[in-house]
Each structure stands twice: as C-alpha cells, then as structure tokens.
C-alpha cells in the first residue's frame, strides 16, 4: 500500500479532529494510500512537539512554513482560526500539497477567490471541512431526494443552533472579534449552505436579517462585540425552491441543532444532526388513518456506515464524519470520483454569505 505524507497545521478541537481522521482512514476503509503522519505545526515549538507526541506525528515546528516547505508533506491540513486559512492554503497549494482546509474559507470573499484561483492554478485537490454532507444519513436523503421519493421539493428550512455564546456574561473571544468574521453567518451559515449545496441546488438569492443580542461583553470592563450571534434568512435557490435558514450561537439548551426540514408535492424529509443516526420520512400516501412520519435508524445499508459497524442502530459520532471525510479527500487525490465540497463550490457557499451580509446592511434582497 502507497503512503501519503501528512502535514497538520494547527492543533485544537479540530486539529485533533483531523489527525483522529488521518489515523483512522486506512483502517476503516481497507484501501490507500496509508497516510503517514509527518510534520505537525502550532504557535510554539513546545506545544507542537507535545502535540505531535500525543497524535502519532514524526517532527514537529512551531513556524508552520516548515510544514509547507517539508518535501515529504503530500497533503496539508488546516485547522486554524479563519483568519489564517487563505496565507496558509495559498502558500501550501504553491508548494504543490495538496490542501484540507476547515470551514469557513475565508474572512473576506476577496481571499476566498484567491483561495480558489489558487487552487485552479495549482491542479491539486483543495478540499473544506464540510463534515456534516458525509453522514450516512444525509447520503440517504441525498439518494431519495434523487428517485423523487418525496417529489418535487418546493421548499427547505434549515435551522443550525448552539448555546456556547448563550451567556450575557460569557467573555469577549475571538468569535466576538471582526476578524474571525461577520459571526453566526460564516462560524455556522457555511455548514446549513454546504447541505443544501450537496442536497438541494445552489442559492440565488438572499434576504437576511443579522442580530447582536450582547452587544456588550465582559473583556476588561467590557468590550463591544462586534460580530453578530443571530441570523435570519429568507432564501431563493435554483429550480425555484424557497427557503429559510435560522442560525443562533446564542440559543440556550442547543448544543449541536443542525435541524432539516425538505418539503416536496409527495412529502417530506426531516433530519437533525443531535440524532444524526437516523432522519424521517413522510410520504402522502392517502392512507389517513395510518399516516405518519417514518423513522429510520441508519446502519450498514446506508453506506459508508458499515466500514464502522457492522450492526444497525448502533451509531457513527462526529468524528467518524472527518473519516469519512479524509477518505473522500484520498479518494479526490487519487483522482476518483468524490463526494467533496473544493474550493471552486466553496466560493459559492462564501458568496451566498456575503451575500446576506450585504443583504443585511441595505435592507433588499440580494443575488448571489
Ligand atoms: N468542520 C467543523 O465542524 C468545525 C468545527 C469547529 C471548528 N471548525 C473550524 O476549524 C478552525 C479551527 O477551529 P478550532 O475550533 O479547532 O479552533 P482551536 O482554537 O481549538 O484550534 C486552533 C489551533 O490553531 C493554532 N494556531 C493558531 N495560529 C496558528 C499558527 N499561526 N500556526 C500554527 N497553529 C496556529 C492554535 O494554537 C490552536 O491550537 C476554524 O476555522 C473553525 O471555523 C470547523
């Protein structure tokens, strides 16, 4: 079996999440190549080396240059704040690595487009961390949605919630910071877009509300947030569907609410991702008596649920989806096809946000 030279840009929640990913693939999956786990990068060579100790990495840095200029690196993953994504992609692409970069693809659109000329001049795979169009369950949706076993879908509501930013006392962060972006539109909007990108079509237009409810945080005496936490948008996508998408980082009691509703002429479909092991199905059939919605528990006949478990109901978790996901990048590497959302798509999910944003500050709505 080939391997494949691994370099990890960043080491938090989702660095980890990466090299769990990294480690597992071959082991799930059965096929190559093995990926070998390189050169690791942090803020400090201490915490580096610490890191690369705990997640199996050969060498370690803390100038993440090292990793990019490492000639055995084949493919680089990014895990930094979104601030850094752009300068990171764009050099790891010039040096010929191959990119994984998590989500949001930018700050400004304007590096997005850099990011995916970047990536089109390249010719190497420029993958985002687009997790959650992975998961068995929204495969199979994906898979009725396609043999119409709701119909014609005439609508979607997406609503994505969590509460860690619940707290009016909870501290100025980075996530209150313009820098890290607008706020719950590019830390959270990207992932509801990305599903209705793989599921639904592309959106064409936009009318958005954005909400600061803290519009002061503790930081010192107190600091200015300057991100917002709320938004609300109405939706126009291709082929006529309407939507809404509701995003909340401030929603008490939500802790991973990623909810789908897809309303079609012969039923519905809803969906999730707190019970990301199963989704329902209404079809109309009639029959009022009996009618309802269906429930089912995803298993091994929902692929790729079975290179996990051989045994139905028994469930994946989030970082199964970053497997499944690291497999879908080998897979693009190798030149197969693959179920990933690269940068040229990921533009589109970063105009449909800045578009909302625009949409928010002129009251109208707004053509992505
Ligand atoms: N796909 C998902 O479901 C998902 C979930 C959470 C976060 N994210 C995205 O992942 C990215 C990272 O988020 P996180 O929650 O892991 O953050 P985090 O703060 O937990 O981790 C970021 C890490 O990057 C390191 N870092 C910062 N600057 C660096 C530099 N110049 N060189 C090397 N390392 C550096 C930090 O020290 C930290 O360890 C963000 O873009 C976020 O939007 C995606």
């Known amino acids: ?37 390189l050169h690791l990068a942090e803020v400090s060579p201490a915490l580096a080396a610490q890191r690369a100790v705990e997640f199996g990495f050969v060498r370690s840095t803390g100038n993440w240059r090292d990793v990019i200029a490492d000639p055995d690196v084949g493919v680089v ?29 930018a ?36 898979a009725l949605l396609a043999e119409e076993a709701i119909g014609v879908v005439n609508h979607v509501r997406i609503e994505m919630d969590e509460d860690f930013l619940a707290d009016p006392q909870a ?21 509801p877009l990305s599903l209705l990108h793989s599921l639904v079509g592309r959106v064409e237009r936009v009318l958005a509300q954005m909400a600061k409810p803290f519009p002061q945080r503790p930081l010192r005496g107190g600091r200015t947030v300057e991100t917002w936490d709320i938004a609300s948008i109405l939706l126009e996508l291709e082929g006529g569907v309407t939507g809404l998408l509701a995003l909340n980082r401030s929603a008490w009691g939500r802790k991973g609410r990623l909810a789908l509703q897809i309303f079609g002429s012969g039923g519905t479909i809803v969906y999730d991702q707190e019970r990301m092991n199963e989704f329902s199905i209404y079809r109309a059939t009639g029959a009022t008596h009996t009618d309802g919605f269906t429930t089912i528990l995803t298993g091994p006949a929902h692929e790729p649920y079975g290179r996990f478990v051989p045994a139905p109901g028994h469930g994946l978790g989030f970082n199964d989806l970053k497997v499944i996901e690291a497999h879908e990048v080998l ?26 944003a625009h949409s928010h500050h002129t009251g109208q709505w707004t053509p992505v």
């Open 107 to 142: 700050v400004t659109l304007a590096d997005a487009e850099r990011m995916a000329a970047a990536a089109q001049t390249s010719a190497r795979v420029a993958v985002l961390g687009y997790n959650y169009i992975q998961n068995p369950a929204i495969r199979q949706i994906g």
């Open 1 to 37: 079996m080939d391997a494949i030279g691994i370099g990890l840009i960043g080491t938090g929640y989702m660095g980890k999440c990466h090299a769990l990913a990294w480690n597992a693939v071959t082991a799930v999956f059965g096929t190559g190549p093995r990926p070998s786990l």
């Open 331 to 356: 897979a693009a590497i190798a030149g197969q096809p693959a179920r990933i959302i690269d940068f040229a798509a990921g533009l589109e999910i970063e105009r449909a946000v800045h578009a909302m």
């Open 171 to 191: 501290p100025f962060s980075a996530k209150s910071a313009a820098s890290s972006g607008y706020g719950a539109l590019d830390d959270f909007g990207v992932h």
């Open 77 to 105: 993953s990014i895990t930094t704040p979104n601030k850094f994504h752009a300068e990171m992609a764009i050099a790891a692409l010039a040096a010929g690595k191959h990119v994984w970069c998590e989500k949001p693809m």
